[in-house]
């Protein structure tokens, strides 16, 4: 699986003549303008747009604050945590490798933090996975954080109401960590990871670990279930290590689904997505407990595939979900 691309346009270029911009500028229409804050820094001005809100930067921002886990390691990866006043809201562990970095930022808040919170950290820069970080019981509005000086971007994955920025690809995940890195001027560091995660996934292409596998992605329900459907993480992953979604046809990264479907399908393999909310192990409970469920050809010969809920969504751990379920149904292939 190749992904060709040369590095996409987002950011607009300061025009010769230009007049200094503040360091965020009103990012909707209508929202009034910060106080000039002098010339931009070499390279800026640059505008990071998503979900049709924009902010624009005039230097790179020194206290950013992460309001979603899949946030927070976009910027861990491209080695920000220097730059970081605060973060919040995991679903699951921070991976061994940016542990020791994630230690130093001060988390606000098990999950969002109210306005006020965030206001205390003094952020310069919002980045959220989700739109409901800009919630008004969470952070507020991205056009009110504007009117403070606080600039703010949000995942091209995250608009709500299923209506993402960007179709959903390892390209457009991409697209998001370079918006990351170019706002903070370090596009080199989003380079290298590209770079690495698409040898990674050449490699899996070239294996074919899931070929001729029908799989159901359980993210988590009990009535029904909340199935990895063809258009998210899950289906780029799927299609990653060559194995076949059985509910590919349902439009949107996720779908509610009959358990009458599933036991229809009789899947080969089951991936169970491992979340604080919803355990890989209750999951298994679950299947393995209900009559009808547990006469399963995956669960009566346990062939299961754990990944963390943080490496199945679009993000910076999309590429090291797919390597895991490429290793794990390698291993479940030996087992016979």
């Known amino acids: 699986m190749t992904v060709t691309s040369s590095r996409r346009t987002r950011f607009l270029p300061a025009l010769a003549g230009l007049a200094a911009l503040p360091l965020v500028l009103g990012a909707c229409a209508g929202a009034p303008e910060a106080e000039d804050k002098g010339p931009a820094a070499s390279g800026y001005p ?100 504007t009117k403070l000086g606080i600039g703010s971007f949000l995942s091209l994955f995250g608009c709500g109401e299923n209506k993402p920025s960007a179709d959903v690809s390892f390209a457009s995940v991409w697209d998001e960590i370079e918006i990351v890195a170019d706002v903070f001027g370090v596009p080199e560091r989003a380079d290298a990871l590209e770079k690495e995660q698409q040898g990674e996934l050449d490699r899996l292409a070239a294996a074919k670990p899931g070929a001729g596998l029908d799989v159901f992605w359980f993210d988590s329900g009990d009535k029904t279930a909340f199935a990895g459907a063809g258009e998210g993480g899950p289906q780029l992953i799927l299609d990653a290590v060559g194995a076949t979604n059985i509910f590919a046809d349902l439009d949107g990264g996720w779908a509610d689904v009959s358990w009458e479907r599933v036991v229809e399908a009789d899947p080969d393999v089951i991936v169970l997505a491992d979340a604080s909310w919803s355990t890989a ?56």
């Open 46 to 145: 640059v505008e990071a747009s998503s979900c049709g809100f924009t902010s624009t930067f005039t230097a790179a921002p020194e206290r950013a604050v992460t309001m979603n886990q899949g946030a927070t390691e976009v910027m861990l990866a491209l080695d920000l945590s220097d730059r970081m006043a605060g973060t919040a809201y995991l679903d699951d562990a921070v991976p061994e490798k940016w542990a020791q970095d994630y230690g130093t930022v001060k988390v606000l808040s098990d999950e969002y933090p109210d306005n006020e919170t965030l206001l205390a950290a003094k952020p310069d820069f919002v980045y959220a996975s989700y739109a409901s970080a800009f919630g008004p019981e969470a952070g507020g509005a991205q056009d009110e954080l």
């Open 281 to 336: 192990a209750d999951k298994i409970k679950q299947l393995e407990k209900d009559p009808a469920l547990k006469g399963l050809r995956a669960v009566k010969a346990k062939k299961y595939v754990v990944i963390p809920f943080s490496e199945s969504t679009p993000g910076v751990r999309l590429a090291d979900g797919a390597v895991s379920v490429g290793e794990q149904l390698t291993d479940l292939a030996q087992q016979g």
